[in-house]
Nanobody, 124 residues
Framework: QVQLVESGGGLVQAGGSLRLSCAAS????????MGWFRQAPGKERECVGA????????YYTDSVKGRFTISRDNAKNTLYLQMNSLKPEDTAVYYC?????????????????WGQGTQVTVSL
């Protein structure tokens, strides 16, 4: 089992940057597929990006390609999301999640463990 704690959210102007972090407990972090998800009010939760255990393969939803970068440091049990050129439509609660069966997927239902979320608000 793993516990996940996100940090780094906040209020930023359009065009600005934020870096989210997700600290994971447990000794098996390096075995998990990890993902960043977001949920805006009235909308379904969507996968922003995902990364396999080694970091060699990543996935991004189309709306963030070229602006967001997902990465992980297995030695530090930490997942990151670097967000650049932020837009008001990026405003949401951002969650990190872990998938323990090695399935590399953007599907919300495949992820087994979730953090509590961190708010990101992008103003005009």
């Amino acid at each position: 089992q793993v516990q996940l704690v996100e940090s780094g959210g906040g209020l930023v102007q359009a065009g600005g940057s934020l870096r989210l972090s997700c600290a994971a407990s447990g000794r098996t972090f390096s075995r998990y597929v990890m993902g960043w998800f977001r949920q805006a009010p009235g909308k379904e939760r969507e996968c922003v990006g995902a990364i396999i255990w080694s970091g060699d393969y990543t996935y991004y939803t189309d709306s963030v390609k070229g602006r967001f970068t997902i990465s992980r440091d297995n030695a530090k049990n930490t997942l990151y999301l670097q967000m650049n050129s932020l837009k008001p439509e990026d405003t949401a609660v951002y969650y990190c999640a872990a998938e323990e069966h090695g399935i590399f997927t953007p599907n919300v239902g495949e992820y087994d463990y979730w953090g509590q979320g961190t708010q990101v608000t992008v103003s005009l």
